[in-house]
């Protein structure tokens, strides 16, 4: 069965210094990873997604993620906060034939000025 | 082009009211799916169609239906509201399953009193 695990469900970071959202995957074939982005009272955003290319992923605003099948990881980064970053983020696991997207529990990025 | 849009944004409902909330998508997208978002978690899957005439239940169907009768149109219908449907509503549309991007609506928040 396929499952997301962040490890964090609060991030704080200062605006300026670098961001790290972790994600943890279980899944039984090979996987398709996505990272979403809710900023409040929105819709969901997709920020980037594997899909069994290249393990370093870039996305939108500066935002990357790389894929460590070893480790069964799949961390956000970005090497320096902006305060437009505060959000809530979601790491997002299906298998490539598949509808269904299973959801991590979310992780929030404070980011303080 | 304005992507998926959801109606109402907000809605009030006494305990063993019936609605509708619509759903609408103008991207020609086969795949149109309904979520649940509870408060501190992921998303969960409602109800998915992968075509006009065609729904199946995801995770959670219980109290819900849908149809689908236009590749445009998604809507999902309450019945006999419970507080346990206290939540926040999202539509999501794609072209086709596993790697393709979700694209999500603004959602439509829903509290049964």
């Known amino acids: 069965a396929q499952s997301v695990t962040q490890l964090d469900s609060h991030v704080s970071v200062s605006e300026g210094t670098p961001v790290l959202l972790r994600c943890n995957y279980s899944s039984s074939y090979s996987p398709s990873l996505f990272w979403y982005v809710q900023h409040p009272n929105k819709g969901l955003q997709l920020l980037l997604k594997?899909?069994?290319?290249?393990?370093l992923v870039k996305g939108i605003n500066g935002f990357e993620a790389e894929f460590k099948k070893s480790e069964t990881s799949f961390h956000l980064t970005k090497p320096s906060a902006h305060m437009s970053d505060a959000a809530e983020y979601f790491c997002?696991?299906?298998?490539?034939?598949?509808?269904?997207?299973?959801f991590g529990s979310g992780t929030r990025l404070l980011v303080r000025p | 082009n304005a992507g998926v849009t959801q109606t109402p944004k907000f809605r009030i409902l006494k305990i063993g009211q019936s609605m509708t909330l619509q759903c609408t998508q103008d991207m020609n997208h086969n795949y149109m799916y309904w979520y649940r978002q509870d408060p501190g978690m992921g998303l969960k899957l409602i109800y998915y169609?992968?075509?006009?005439?065609?729904?199946d239940k995801g995770e959670v169907p219980n109290g819900y239906n849908v149809s689908r009768s236009t590749t445009e149109d998604f809507p999902l219908r309450l019945e006999l509201a419970a507080p346990s449907q206290t939540s926040v509503y999202f539509c999501?549309?794609?072209?086709?399953?596993?790697?393709?991007?979700?694209?999500f609506g603004p959602g439509t928040r829903l509290l049964v009193l």
């Open positions: 169609s992968v075509g006009a005439g065609i729904t």
């Open positions: 594997y899909t069994s290319a290249a393990t």
């Open positions: 997002v696991v299906t298998e490539s034939s598949s509808y269904k997207l299973i």
């Open positions: 999501a549309s794609s072209y086709s399953s596993g790697q393709e991007t979700q694209y």
